[in-house]
RNA sequence: CGGGAAGUAGCGCAGCUUGGUUAGCGCGCCUGGUUUGGGACCAGGAGGCCGCGGGUUCGAAUCCCGCCUUCCCGACCA
């Protein structure tokens, strides 16, 4: 670890250490615009990586892409009644183009229920076509008061997942199916950050929908991020854009719809969640350079073994960086560990001489050497367990962050450390209210066995309160 | 969008109170050399519409007004 870091403690200052690692790994930067966001390389490679993880999970569980444009009629988004009034205040309009007024505004698009609803009903005429099960990638804007990199943003890079169904129990099932076999074993398996995953109070809805899924998972300050979120709109979209399909009774029949999505925010979580003093550290499943071999000097030697080294990494699929030997020792290795870099393979003269490597992992600074010829074998199980040992921390961190607890007064003085779990009874109404008055918000409620209810008029639940991203 | 703080070289800052030589410092960057196993050292060098626009003045980084952007705290949200 670096005697003294270069960004500022997670313990002095954690928003400030999240600024400092976003502009020192080369995450991004600022737009012009407030809100924007320029996604630098290592930044998206990150979000590349997450896409391509997240879109395999989509794929097998048969969504299929398609696009939809940027542009959006603003009169498709006064049909649903709730959503315009959820969307309104952060909707971006455009009202003037091609040199005139527009006789109609146009609407950039927030979110594409409204649009993909429209072509939903176009496209679905008998429940043969159903169930209709769409993915998009595309960029979104909201109009935010209070950006913040990867966190929050003017316009954002998400998928949004939009599918109909003949049935309230159809539709209800598959959004199941994508909370857990997309996104919960995305954010186990891959990024290492384990969600408390459960349903929105009604009050933390999205617009217009019957039921909000999400996963919200535990930052390093106790604070909590939601990940993803999964909506059932049950047929309020249908009704609103005649989504109506014919049943094996020839009955005109409205649809059941859905709708889900992962953001860039998740860059900011992967940070947040798993990130320490030193930088970033990024787990070996998402990292998009999982090893980096360093030459200790700018020797032909030792360039000549790192590069071969570098190679047979590569041969076995390993994704590797090659960092000559130029340059101080100190500084390069400093440089990789705040981009998170799972595993270092230094090579120099004293290595080579014993046909050895010396290894030094990010996650726990942990050092040992390594037989040449072991490498290709080796190497892979490491970072492995390097994987393995980030979630294990990871879910550590998650519990001795959650208290048990029964009233409200305990809630609030717990969420100064992390979440608070108590029953939804304690809090429904008044309740709420009071923790908001303090910045803590009910986050997700669940079955006692923490388990996802299927609605919050179930009896007996939890809920998870915590100050919130 | 409300309340606070701030914008001077890529980054971090001084200068502004009390207007007046050529706007400084540290880090980084470039060149040469010595180095290289945990942010190296020496020498030389490049780099500034002092956030943007207007005003006051013989003269503005400095004083006044407006706007933009950033950070913190709230309200609203992936």
């Avoid at 604070?223 to 989504?243: W, Y």
């Avoid at 440089?335 to 090579?347: A, N, T």
């Avoid at 003269?349 to 072991?374: E, H, I, M, Y």
């Avoid at 450390?417 to 709420?432: M, N, Q, T």
Wanted: glycine residues 8%.
């Amino acid at each position: 670890m670096a005697a003294q870091s270069v960004l500022t403690p997670q313990s002095q200052d954690f928003p400030r250490w999240y600024q400092d690692v976003v502009a020192k790994a080369e995450l991004a930067d600022n737009g012009p615009v407030r809100g924007t966001m320029v996604i630098r390389p290592y930044g998206y490679a990150i979000w590349e990586r997450m896409q391509s993880e997240i879109d395999a999970r989509i794929k097998a569980a048969g969504a299929k892409n398609a696009y939809f444009p940027l542009f959006i009629p603003e009169s498709y988004f006064s049909k649903e009644a709730e959503h315009v009034e959820g969307f309104s205040p952060e909707l971006a309009v455009v009202t003037f183009a091609g040199g005139e007024e527009l006789a109609e505004p146009i609407v950039v698009r927030p979110t594409s229920e409204t649009v993909i609803g429209g072509f939903m009903a176009k496209w679905i005429q008998s429940y043969r076509d159903l169930p209709l099960l769409l993915n998009q990638w595309s960029n979104v804007v909201r109009w935010e008061l209070r950006p913040r990199l990867f966190l929050r943003g003017t316009e954002f890079l998400w998928q949004e997942g939009h599918t109909a169904h003949v049935s309230y129990e159809d539709a209800s099932a598959y959004a199941m199916k994508i909370h857990r076999e997309v996104y919960d074993d995305f954010l186990l398996n891959v990024l290492a950050t384990p969600s408390y995953l459960g349903i929105k109070p009604p009050s933390e809805r999205f617009p217009g929908a019957v039921n909000s899924m999400a996963a919200e998972s535990v930052m390093r300050d106790g604070k909590a991020l939601q990940m993803v979120t999964t909506h059932e709109f049950g047929q309020n979209f249908a009704r609103a854009f005649d989504i109506y399909f014919q049943s094996e009774e020839g009955q005109a029949e409205l649809c059941y719809t859905t709708s889900w999505g992962a953001s860039t925010r998740l860059v900011g979580g992967l940070i947040m969640a798993h990130g320490d003093d030193a930088g970033l550290i990024i787990p070996p499943r998402i990292a998009p350079t999982q090893v980096v071999v360093i030459a200790v000097r700018d020797e032909p030697e030792v360039n000549g073994a790192a590069d071969r080294i570098a190679r047979e990494l590569a041969l076995v699929g390993v994704r590797v960086e090659l960092d000559g030997g130029r340059g101080s020792f100190g500084r390069r290795v400093t440089d990789w560990e705040i981009k998170g870099v799972p595993l270092r393979v230094e090579v120099g003269p004293r290595d080579l001489a014993q046909g050895l490597v010396t290894l030094v992992r990010r996650d726990n600074g942990d050092k040992s050497t390594l037989g040449l010829d072991k490498l290709a074998l080796d190497v892979p199980s490491l970072l492995e367990s390097i994987q393995g040992d980030l979630l294990a921390r990871a879910f550590a961190l998650r519990d001795e962050r959650t208290h048990e607890v029964k009233t409200i007064a305990e809630a609030i003085d717990a969420a100064k450390d992390g979440f608070a779990r108590l029953p939804w009874d304690a809090v429904a109404g008044e309740g709420e209210i009071a923790l908001n008055a303090q910045g803590v918000s009910v986050r997700c409620l669940q079955r006692p066995d923490g388990s996802i209810p299927l609605s919050d008029i179930e009896r007996g639940l939890s809920c998870l309160v915590a100050k919130a991203y």
